[in-house]
């Protein structure tokens, strides 16, 4: 490699880059003048894992994963609960929707409603029909919502077990 490459790279890196002409190697060289040369920055070797403890994870670590996906969990129990509502009041609305415009038809039969026939006796019917579906709909709502909730529960219980565990343990949560 030319000197000019060195020369670019004082310009681009806050490590000055020198060459061992001896060995061929390209080394840096700290800035803060301690004479010491190392091949990366220390900052490039932070986090690293040693080989002590390469694929052991610290019982923090997982403490603190086990927390992590309970919050995820949390999270995503409480999406259901809102997407459940939002199922149910959709459902709901096309269910009155529906109660309405029978109401409005048997409204529009006038004076023949009170001859009882065939089409007064089908709107009616279609009426108790939706009435019986916003029960059952309700119904699956609250049933829905009590497995999520109780779901919920377990799993706000379950991150408050871990916490203890940290706490007991000496760790932060």
């Known amino acids: 490699m030319s000197d000019d490459y060195f020369s670019r790279l004082d310009s681009y890196s806050p490590m000055r880059a020198t060459r061992d002409y001896g060995s061929g190697a390209s080394y840096l060289v700290s800035p803060y003048g301690s004479g010491a040369s190392y091949l990366a920055s220390p900052s490039v070797y932070e986090g690293v894992p040693s080989e002590k403890n390469v694929g052991v994870p610290s019982l923090e670590g997982m403490l603190g994963a086990k927390i992590q996906r309970t919050e995820d969990r949390i999270?995503?129990?409480?999406?259901?609960?809102?997407?459940?509502?939002?199922?149910?009041?959709?459902?709901?609305?096309?269910?009155?929707?529906?109660?309405?415009?029978?109401?409005?038809?048997?409204?529009?039969?006038?004076?023949?409603?009170?001859?009882?026939?065939?089409?007064?006796?089908?709107?009616?019917?279609?009426?108790?029909?939706?009435?019986?579906?916003?029960?059952?709909?309700?119904?699956?709502?609250?049933?829905?919502?009590?497995?999520?909730?109780?779901?919920?529960?377990?799993?706000?219980?379950?991150?408050?077990?871990?916490?203890?565990k940290a706490k007991l343990l000496g760790g932060k949560t």
């Open 75 to 164: 999270e995503a129990v409480i999406e259901a609960i809102d997407k459940r509502r939002l199922i149910k009041e959709e459902n709901l609305y096309g269910i009155e929707r529906d109660l309405c415009a029978c109401q409005n038809l048997i409204f529009e039969m006038g004076y023949k409603v009170y001859r009882r026939d065939r089409d007064w006796i089908g709107l009616e019917t279609r009426k108790i029909d939706l009435e019986r579906d916003r029960r059952m709909e309700l119904a699956a709502y609250f049933r829905d919502i009590l497995f999520l909730g109780k779901e919920l529960r377990d799993t706000v219980e379950y991150r408050r077990s871990i916490e203890d």
